[in-house]
Structures are given as C-alpha cells and as structure tokens.
C-alpha cells in the first residue's frame, strides 16, 4: 500500500519559499508511489479569533479547518514547512494549531491526574524551518526554541514521531543556487519519506 504524505505549507503568503519548498516534496514523494496532499495556509480561510481556550466554547471549525483535520488523519506522514517568525512560525499557522489540533481530536486528558491520551500516535513527520536567523547561531545561542516546541510540544504531544526538523538559511543572502540546493533536498526528503513504512 502506498505511503500517504499530507505537506502542509504553513506560510500565510503565496507565492513564498515555504510553498516551493512544499511542492519539491510533494513532488518527490508522488515521484516515489507516495499518494499525496497538499494544504496551503495561502489557500486557508478561517477565523482566526474564533478560539477561546480549551475548555471554553469555541466557533465551529470552517471547511479548510475541517480539510487540515481530514488530512493529518488520512496520512500516514506529514511534512510542515514554516518561515522562522519571532522564533516560531507565523501566528496564522498557529492559530491553525489553536483552532484545528483539539482536545478529542490530536490529544485527550484523562479524567484523574495530569496524563493523556496522544490520538495520532502511528505517525510520523518531517519539518523544514526557513530562517533569516543562521541555523548555527539558533543552535547556540537561542537553543532552538522553534524546533523543540515543534517536535516536543505540538508533534509529539499527539503522538507524531517526528523523523527530522531541518532549518534552512539565512535566506535573506542565500544565493539563487542555495536556494536550488534546498529545493533538491526537499525533494530528496519527500522521495525518502514516501519509500519508509510509518
């Protein structure tokens, strides 16, 4: 059975590296018998304030809301590609988080203490950061907030097995040939993640 790879573009402009970066590995991955979705937050229409807390009453979930649950529950892999904002990705694609990843849908706490239950273990993720910040200087100075809270506190509090965080930049100086290497190599991740069971 064919893997199947939901890549979302967590970028709120069209047009941006993010999307390229998200369409190199789609194509990769079909290229590799994966089926596959892609979601761009460009495309996505929805309330961003109709979030309250969990807990409270919120507004019903709007139809790219519903597609963006539909798809990580489809895949067996997922692939989100974000910009580097204030350390984290962009609030637009937050709020997708806040609005999308629910208790009884990505997690549920148990009814005694402080545990819970992680409603999308079996899968896995790959995700591709693009900075201004240099990777290095993140790492050693910053210590790589966005890549923890990603892989720690969003994914893996879900259950997802994330298999890499890459980060890509300074994209403000990368040249037009750097650019084209993390194009490729964004390919070569979608084919490599299309040929691994989850």
Request: aromatic share 10%; glycine share 10%.
């Amino acid at each position: 059975m064919a893997q199947r790879v939901f890549v979302w573009a967590a970028h709120p402009r069209a047009g941006s590296l993010s999307e390229g970066l998200a369409e190199a590995y789609a194509g990769g991955a079909q290229e590799a018998g994966a089926e596959v979705r892609v979601l761009k937050l460009s495309d996505m229409a929805f309330d961003t304030s109709g979030f309250a807390g969990y807990g409270h009453a919120n507004a019903p979930l709007e139809p790219d809301l519903q597609r963006w649950q539909e798809a990580i529950t489809w895949c067996d892999h997922m692939l989100w590609v974000h910009p580097y904002w204030w350390g984290a990705m962009p609030a637009q694609a937050k709020a997708v988080l806040d609005r999308a990843l629910v208790p009884g849908f990505g997690f549920k706490y148990r009814a005694q203490g402080l545990m819970w239950d992680k409603l999308l273990s079996g899968r896995t993720a790959d995700v591709i950061i693009t900075s201004d910040t240099p990777p290095l200087w993140d790492r050693l100075v910053f210590g790589l907030p966005g890549r923890r809270v990603l892989k720690n506190q969003v994914l893996g509090f879900c259950g997802i097995r994330c298999r890499s965080v890459v980060q890509w930049g300074p994209v403000k100086t990368a040249s037009p040939q750097k650019v084209a290497g993390w194009l490729d190599k964004a390919r070569a991740m979608g084919a490599a993640a299309a040929r691994r069971s989850a």
